[in-house]
């Protein structure tokens, strides 16, 4: 059974960490359903699906350079967006100060995103279908054994919720069910680093991660018979999970922001429930 731990309400109690962090690393979801993101009258104009460029799925802040792209504003709509993308990440920063404060000196903020797009217009080949399960890896930006955390805000002026499902079977079995004999193309990690398609190495875990995502979003029985659940993220709250251990859908919603963290699982309260550790002891050698 996932965990749902509902905090509501402002300051957290001392000894939240153990609480927040146990869930999160067990594959639970951590929902704040009444800490709300409020957004200005001009940041408000910003939830408009047409502001988008018709090429990125989101419009996102890279943290290193301070950019904004995804957009086909003006300098002037960008400097509204920047203000309120940077506003989310500091937010969501502070949740996790709050909420997992043993993580905070570990954890490595990478893109925010804003997306003003409503779920089901996405007309998606099935690999970028995040209405199918999956579990988050990253083509392009190896993480090298790295946990993904991640922290949501539904922004829904309409009072809409982000309906996901949330898969119930744990991290193990998944991965046992789609990696199976796992091969490691130690020769394709090279050439694409050397080609500049990947940031970076791509590790075996990498590689790993990215097949799990793929194979089970092109796996039409696993998406139509595995046990979930399904969630209402409510309209002005938070929530965050590890989106690389847990199998998710986004189902139906508008208007969310997004704050990614990569962090080493050395960090983490208990290391061997990291897909790294569970992908390492099911093939017996070092991924990452
Ligand atoms: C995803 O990470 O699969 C998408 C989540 C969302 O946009 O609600
Ligand atoms: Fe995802």
Do not use: C
Request: charged share 25%; glycine share 6%; net charge positive.
């Amino acid at each position: 059974m996932i965990e749902i731990l509902e905090l509501q309400g402002g300051a957290s109690p001392r000894g939240r960490f153990d609480q927040a962090a146990k869930v999160l690393e067990a594959g639970g979801l951590i929902v704040l359903p009444d800490r709300r993101f409020a957004l200005s009258a001009a940041e408000t104009r910003m939830l408009d699906p047409s502001i988008s460029d018709d090429r990125a799925k989101n419009i996102s802040l890279d943290p290193a350079t301070g950019r904004v792209s995804g957009t086909r504003l003006d300098d002037a709509g960008r400097h509204v967006l920047a203000g309120l993308i940077g506003r989310f990440a500091q937010t969501a920063d502070a949740l996790l100060a709050e909420l997992t404060p043993r993580y905070a000196p570990a954890l490595q903020r990478r893109r925010t995103s804003f997306r003003p797009g409503a779920i089901a217009d996405r007309a998606l080949s099935l690999r970028k279908d995040d209405r199918r399960l999956h579990v988050d890896a990253f083509p392009a930006n190896p993480v090298q054994g790295r946990r993904i955390l991640r922290v949501f805000a539904n922004v829904n002026p309409e009072g809409e919720p982000r309906v996901w499902n949330v898969g119930e079977d744990p991290f193990d079995a998944v991965a046992r069910r789609f990696l199976g004999r796992l091969v490691v193309k130690e020769h394709a990690a090279t050439v694409k680093e050397a080609l500049g398609l990947t940031k970076g190495r791509q590790s075996a875990y990498d590689q790993a991660m990215l097949r799990l995502h793929d194979a089970a979003k092109l796996d039409h029985g696993y998406q139509a018979d595995a046990p979930r659940r399904r969630l209402e993220l409510p309209a002005d709250s938070l929530w965050v999970v590890y989106t690389d251990s847990v199998m998710h859908a986004a189902l139906s919603g508008q208007h969310a922001l997004e704050q990614t963290y990569l962090m080493p699982v050395e960090a983490m309260a208990e290391e061997a429930l990291s897909p790294l550790r569970i992908l390492e002891r099911m093939t017996g050698r070092a991924l990452a």
